[in-house]
């Protein structure tokens, strides 16, 4: 069966500080795996998409790695600021393209001062 | 540029009753994907659309249809609602291809309670 598995559920850090979440997934054929973050009463907003050749990407202070070996991958959120209090999202693509996509149930990060 | 737009924003209905959820996407882009996101189940995957095709479809059953239109603009409609079938309806946008994944941009989403 098709499946993605965040952990940690939820995770509360101090302001500046560094902070991983995990993405272990079953999904077969593996087409590529992205990262979302989205906010309370907000729409997912993509932050990297890493296809299996790919092993690492960045976008700012995000940096997401991939080990297609493994089928893990980890998003890393460096000098953590308030704003990055969201749920964070690993959905993975079993076919080339967007569809059909199979999602984690999120990482839920809390940023305090 | 403008964003996906998605209406209405909130709405309300009683069990047994139908839906219809309008998205416009990003200019120029021609594919249209539509998501559920519940507390319980997270983001699952609705329809993709591309050229007023269904492209691709999820595990739901047939209560739950959608249309793209020649403008690209897309509509989702569900029948005989449920309480289960309260939940955030996410549409999401991209150029598409059937080989290579492009970034999908989401709209604000329809929050849909059944009472």
């Known amino acids: 069966k098709n499946q993605v598995e965040q952990s940690p559920q939820s995770l509360i850090i101090l302001e500046g500080k560094n902070c991983t979440l995990q993405?272990?997934?079953?999904?077969?054929?593996?087409?590529?795996l992205r990262w979302y973050k989205q906010d309370t009463g907000r729409g997912p907003v993509s932050l990297t998409i890493?296809?299996?050749?790919?092993n690492t990407k960045s976008n700012g202070r995000y940096t997401a790695t991939l080990d297609a070996d493994t089928k893990q991958s980890s998003l890393h959120i460096t000098a953590s600021q308030l704003s990055d209090s969201a749920s964070y999202i690993c959905?993975?693509?079993?076919?080339?393209?967007?569809?059909?996509?199979?999602f984690g149930k999120g990482t839920r990060l809390s940023v305090i001062a | 540029k403008a964003g996906v737009t998605q209406t209405p924003r909130y709405l309300i209905k009683t069990r047994g009753q139908q839906v219809t959820l309008s998205c416009s996407p990003i200019?120029?882009?021609?594919?249209v994907s539509w998501y559920q996101q519940t507390p319980g189940q997270g983001l699952q995957f609705l329809f993709e659309?591309?050229?007023?095709?269904?492209?691709n479809k999820g595990n739901f059953p047939g209560r739950f249809s959608g249309r793209q239109f020649s403008n690209s603009r897309s509509e989702m409609n569900v029948s005989t609602l449920e309480l289960g079938d309260s939940a955030l309806y996410l549409c999401?946008?991209?150029?598409?291809?059937?080989?290579?994944?492009?970034?999908?941009?989401f709209g604000p989403g329809t929050r849909l309670t059944v009472l």
């Open positions: 959905v993975v693509s079993a076919n080339s393209g967007n569809t059909p996509l199979v």
């Open positions: 993405c272990n997934y079953t999904v077969s054929p593996f087409s590529n």
């Open positions: 890493m296809t299996f050749s790919e």
């Open positions: 200019s120029g882009h021609r594919s």
């Open positions: 659309y591309f050229s007023e095709t269904q492209r």
């Open positions: 999401a946008s991209s150029l598409w291809s059937s080989g290579r994944a492009y970034e999908q941009f």
